[in-house]
């Protein structure tokens, strides 16, 4: 049985670390992503049955705003009922009303997920270089099969990853 170089085994371990903190960033920002969203509405429910959010103190807040391109609506309670509510000091300053923005969660529109999706796709597009070079590198078919067949996922999860972050094209 042939030896395997022992630079051989380190590039492609360095090449999955690399991918494993990939994938740990990943799931920490959508983590965080998630627990923001979670923590501006607070108290407030929403039915998407009637696209309308419910606060604490019983009051709407009803879609005033949309934008489709950015995958965002703005609902707003009424101000009368706001300025008026108990609970205000603790829930908002606005004299217009309590406002809730809801994004689109599947798309990546905002600056801190585009981000962490860049260094994600960074640290992949490394351990993928690693990966060739060490292909061009390495004598024998086993090896080079077993780079290829770690390469090939690593290849594909990119292609996914990255799609989030190109322009979303209308169709006419």
């Known amino acids: 049985m042939p030896r395997v170089p022992l630079e051989f085994i380190l590039m492609l371990g ?10 740990l960033l990943e799931l920490a920002a959508r983590h965080a992503h998630r627990r923001s969203l979670s923590i501006s509405t607070v108290g407030f429910t929403y039915h998407p049955d009637r696209d309308i959010w419910r606060c ?3 009051q709407h807040l009803v879609p005033v705003f949309a934008d489709t391109a950015k995958g965002t609506v703005v609902y707003r309670a009424p101000a009368s009922a706001c300025n008026a509510c108990r609970s205000k000091p ?4 606005s004299d217009k009303g309590r406002e809730i923005e809801r994004k689109n969660a ?4 905002f600056g801190m997920q585009r981000f ?4 994600s796709l960074t640290l992949l597009v490394l351990a993928n270089l690693i990966l ?8 024998g ?4 099969l077993l780079l290829a067949a770690v390469l090939v996922p690593f290849c594909l999860i990119i292609r996914h990853l990255s799609a989030d972050l190109l322009p979303k094209t209308q169709a006419s």
């Open 14 to 23: 360095y090449a999955i670390s690399l991918a494993s903190i990939a994938l």
């Open 56 to 58: 604490p103190e019983e």
């Open 90 to 93: 603790g829930c908002t300053d």
């Open 106 to 109: 599947s798309g990546l529109q």
């Open 116 to 119: 962490h999706r860049a260094m």
């Open 132 to 139: 060739i070079v060490e292909i061009f590198r390495t004598n």
């Open 141 to 144: 078919l086993y090896p080079r």
